[in-house]
C-alpha cells in the first residue's frame, strides 16, 4: 500500500487529524471517493483475524477481575495456564482503541508462554471498550494521561500480590499501551520489566526513576514516534539505566498487529521471541503451561 495513505492512517488514528480531514486526504490521494471507501477497509482492523489463540482453549483459565487503582475500579482480563504453580506476571496494555479482541489474544499468548497475564482494560470506568473502534479511540482521548498511568501501575501490587503470582511483574504494551509502560516504568519503583512496541517516550528528566529494565521496540518508518528515541535513549544512557532497543527496518507502526494492514510478520516474529526471553530472563522463567 502508497506510503503516504498508510502514513495518514496512522496521524487519523493518532488524533494528528480528524475524520473529515483524512477522508479528503485519502480521496485526493486515492484519486476518488469511491476509491478512498475501498481502501478503507483494508486499513482499519479485522479481528475476526485476532483468535491465534482460541478464547476457550483448554489449557487456560480466563476471568475477569478488577482492582482499586487509588478509588477507581480498574476492570481486567486475566488469563494464567490451568497448571498449577506460581508464576512471574505480565500487565498488558492496549493501544488507543481499548481492551479490544486483539489484545485479548495478545493476553492469551503470554498465558500460554507460562505468564499470569492480565489485559486491563483502562476504559472500564468509562463503561468497558465498545465494540467500535472508532469509539473506543474517542474514549480514549478523554483520559488524562498521568492520571492513567498512576491506575496502570496500581496494577503491579494487584498482581504481585496474587495468589498465583511469584510477586515478579512486568509490563508490555503496543501504542498508546507502548507509551504507559514508559511511564509506569518512572512510576513504579517494584516494576521488574518493560516492554514497549512503539511507544511515546517519558520526558528526560524522568528517567532517574526508572528501575525496571526495558526492551523498547520501534518500527523503523515510524518517524512519529522514532523522533523521541534519540533524546530518550541519551537519558537512559545518561542515568546508567538498563535498557535494550531495537528498530525494525522498512516497517510500520503497528507492525505487531496482526489483525491490521500494518502487520509485517517477520518483524513481528522476531520481536515476540526477544519480548519472551527478556520476560523470564527479568521475571524468571514460569512455569509450563
Not at 483448554?58 to 482499586?68: E, F, G, K, Q, W
Not at 503470582?165 to 509490563?171: E, K, L, N, P, R
Not at 510500520?252 to 521471541?273: E, Q, V
Amino acid at each position: 500500500m502508497d506510503q503516504r495513505i498508510i502514513d495518514l492512517y496512522d496521524s487519523f488514528t493518532h488524533g494528528v487529524i480528524h475524520r473529515r480531514d483524512f477522508m479528503d486526504r485519502l480521496t485526493t490521494i486515492a484519486g476518488s471517493s469511491a476509491a478512498a471507501l475501498a481502501l478503507l477497509p483494508m486499513l482499519q482492523n479485522d479481528y475476526a483475524r485476532a483468535a491465534i489463540i482460541p478464547a476457550d482453549d483448554a489449557r487456560l483459565a480466563i476471568d475477569t477481575v478488577s482492582y482499586d487503582a487509588g478509588g477507581t475500579k480498574i476492570s481486567g482480563y486475566l488469563a494464567r495456564p490451568k497448571s498449577k504453580g506460581k508464576r512471574p506476571a505480565v500487565i498488558v496494555i492496549h493501544q488507543n482503541r481499548g481492551l479490544n479482541p486483539h489484545i485479548q489474544d495478545i493476553t492469551r499468548r503470554i498465558a500460554l508462554e507460562g505468564f499470569l497475564a492480565l489485559g486491563v482494560d483502562m476504559l472500564s470506568p468509562l463503561g468497558g471498550t465498545p465494540g467500535d473502534e472508532d469509539k473506543g479511540r474517542d474514549m480514549i482521548a478523554t483520559l488524562k494521561p498521568d492520571e492513567a498511568a498512576q491506575q496502570i501501575a496500581a496494577a503491579v501490587p494487584f498482581l504481585a500480590k496474587h495468589a498465583e503470582s511469584t510477586g515478579s511483574v512486568g509490563a508490555i504494551g503496543f501504542c498508546w499501551g507502548g507509551g504507559m509502560v514508559n511511564r509506569i516504568a518512572v512510576l513504579s519503583p517494584d516494576l521488574k520489566a518493560g516492554v514497549a512496541y512503539y511507544g511515546a517516550q517519558p520526558p528526560a528528566d524522568k528517567v532517574a526513576s526508572i528501575n525496571a529494565p526495558l526492551l523498547l521496540q520501534y518500527a523503523g518508518l515510524d518517524q512519529r514516534i522514532n523522533a523521541g528515541i534519540p533524546a530518550y535513549e541519551a537519558a537512559l544512557k545518561a542515568a546508567n539505566k538498563r535498557h535494550t532497543i531495537h528498530i525494525y527496518p522498512d516497517v510500520n507502526h503497528a507492525f505487531n498487529n496482526d489483525t491490521g494492514d500494518r502487520f509485517n510478520k517477520p518483524a513481528a516474529d522476531l520481536a515476540w521471541s526477544r519480548t519472551v526471553a527478556f520476560f523470564k530472563e527479568n521475571l524468571g522463567a514460569p512455569p509450563k503451561a
